[in-house]
């Protein structure tokens, strides 16, 4: 496929790049030519490609199958719900604008069975798509035309961060010595274990909320700028609109049973950031 490597703006129409991968027949899924079905990908992960587009779809599979991801296209919403089922993938690439099942939809109904890290792509640079992806779970997005590679490089950040295992043996092993439990008032947070209680319920969190709740803890002392928890969380080469933080920052509250009035868990430092609460 012809296309320019810079920019998505341009996609020209036409069969696909392989290189040693082939489009596995009756399907639109990317696996090694010289593979058996069951063969795991080099990296051990998968993804989900959900965008109408085809052409479009197609750039963004191949330069995600050679990062070594296992690759699932689909173009539509409904049945992107059914093979997040099948595939149970690690990263999902979700276009807003979707027939039959739009990616807000999509999103939502993803949230309710998968953790996996979510990038929204949408044609419109409105603000509000921006804030209603992210709202429903999404946790990051791009806006059309945008570079395959730095797509890339965000998805590679997100699949660093620290995730807990799924016993499969293809999920990232922990990364850092921290296995000790932190409490703020009736909050306890399981560093190594990934799970944060409260009133001794178990919180559900997104791997993206529990990142930002994991930086802030770990130093409850620090107050963090925007720019910090951008670099603790979303990696030191993520690029876009650092208000991406009070989004999440938002959803985590609510999540907690706090609000930006109390700042119980989670305090706001005007003019700065945030920083951990004495949950008190």
């Known amino acids: ?16 790049r392989r290189s040693r991968w082939d489009m596995a027949s009756g399907s639109d899924q990317l696996v090694p030519a010289s593979a058996s079905s069951a063969a795991v990908p080099p990296s051990g992960l998968r993804a989900l490609v959900v965008e109408d587009e085809v052409a479009l779809a197609r750039v963004v599979g191949t330069y995600l199958e050679r990062a070594g991801c296992e690759v699932t296209l689909v173009h539509d919403g409904l049945d992107a719900v059914e093979r997040a089922r099948q595939v149970d993938p690690d990263v999902v690439v979700l276009d807003l604008g979707l027939p039959h099942l739009d990616g807000i939809e999509v999103c939502r109904q993803l949230r309710t069975f998968s953790d996996a890290y979510v990038v929204m792509l949408t044609a419109r640079a409105d603000e509000i798509d921006t804030l209603v992806g992210l709202s429903v779970g999404a946790d990051d997005y791009m806006t059309k035309p945008f570079s395959p590679r730095e797509l890339i490089a965000r998805i590679q950040a997100m699949l660093r961060r ?24 009736s909050l306890t947070l399981d560093a190594a274990g990934r799970e944060v209680w409260v009133d001794g319920t178990p919180i559900a969190l997104t791997r993206t ?27 030191p080469s993520w690029v876009g609109n650092e208000h991406l933080v009070d989004v999440h920052i938002g959803h985590l509250r609510r999540k907690l049973g706090d609000d930006a009035t109390r700042g119980v868990f989670v305090r706001t430092v005007r003019g700065v950031g945030y920083r951990m609460g004495a949950g008190q």
């Open 162 to 185: 620290p995730r807990p295992s799924t016993g499969d043996g293809r999920t990232p092993a922990q990364s850092g010595t921290d296995t000790g439990r932190r409490t703020f008032g």
């Open 209 to 235: 909320e529990f990142d930002l709740l994991a930086a802030l803890s770990a130093h409850p002392n620090m107050v963090f700028t925007r720019a910090q928890l951008i670099t603790a969380v979303w990696g």
């Open 1 to 16: 496929m012809a296309f320019d490597e810079g920019s998505l703006k341009n996609v020209a129409t036409g069969p696909p």
